[in-house]
């Protein structure tokens, strides 16, 4: 099983569009699939149609002795599962800090669904917290979308700082371009200084309105567009993501 997170410090970045689209794209490729929605905003929830609503909300979810599984549900899509965002989930620092070992409590809860799934995406919140270092220990991979301006890019340097500090030991950092409109000068600027980074995944997802259209369809791209110009770059995005994750992620 492989624990892929979808997080920054920034927010309205295209984290959720990502993890959606991601999940969605693994899914169709027969690996079995659980999308973990862990925003209160519960975007994801929405996505695939299942109801942000856990009984016992994040304080019962992080307990020791409670299945994970118990809280998922399945989605229309076949191989793909989804663990509900809750309102609740706003305090999960809270509950978090009321726990020993907070940090490592994530990895803890997720490591029994190492039989029932290869690909684990974790939708997170914006913002820094200790729920954000619990999910970075979690990971093998985390995922960072950068809109190329120079907020985005400080953001990603501020990630990049969190994650050596906290992240799991061996944790890929992988940040990508996100809703990138080539006609302005900044964002083509911007993409040039992302390319010779060198850390960035080649994919850029382009700005479009049909990613909008994902709240209208509820669904990922997969299922109502599959051949735009964004399906196609989150496609390369999960190729080079799965890449990356076979190499020892
Ligand atoms: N590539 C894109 N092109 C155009 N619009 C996009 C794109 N990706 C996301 N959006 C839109 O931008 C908004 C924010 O996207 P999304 O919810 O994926 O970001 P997020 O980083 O998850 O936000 P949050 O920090 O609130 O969780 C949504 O309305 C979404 O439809
Ligand atoms: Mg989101």
């Known amino acids: 099983m492989r624990v892929v997170a979808v997080w920054t410090i920034k927010g309205g970045v295209g984290k959720t569009a990502a993890a959606v689209n991601l999940a969605s794209l693994a899914a169709r490729e027969g690996q079995r699939t659980l ?23 994040g304080r019962k979810l992080l307990k020791r002795s409670f299945e994970l599984q118990r809280l998922v549900r399945a989605t229309e899509f076949e191989n793909l599962d989804l663990l509900p965002a809750d309102f609740s989930y706003r305090r999960l620092d809270l509950d978090l800090d009321a726990r020993k070992q907070p940090e ?6 997720l490591a029994p669904l190492d039989a029932e799934y290869d690909t684990v995406f974790l939708d997170c919140p914006p913002s820094v917290s200790l ?3 619990s999910v970075l220990r979690a990971a093998d991979a985390l995922l960072v979308p950068v809109v190329p301006t120079t907020l985005s890019l400080r953001g990603l340097a501020q990630v990049r700082s969190f994650a050596r500090k906290t992240g ?9 371009l996100s ?3 080539r006609r302005k000068t900044m964002h083509r600027e911007a993409v040039e200084r992302c390319a010779a980074d060198g850390g960035f995944l080649r994919a850029a997802i382009p700005s479009a309105s ?13 299922a109502f567009a599959p051949s735009c110009a964004a399906a196609r770059a989150f496609a390369e995005l999960w190729d080079e993501l799965r890449a990356r994750l076979g190499a020892g992620g």
């Open 179 to 181: 809703m990138v409109d």
């Open 131 to 133: 729920a954000s270092e």
């Open 104 to 109: 490592s409590r994530l990895a803890l809860k």
């Open 168 to 176: 799991r030991r061996g944790l890929l950092v992988l940040p990508f």
């Open 35 to 57: 999308l973990c929605d862990l925003d209160p905003q519960g975007a994801a929830s929405f996505y695939f149609r299942v109801k942000a609503k856990v009984k016992g909300g």
């Open 210 to 222: 049909v990613v909008e259209k994902m709240g209208v369809h509820r669904a990922p791209l997969s």
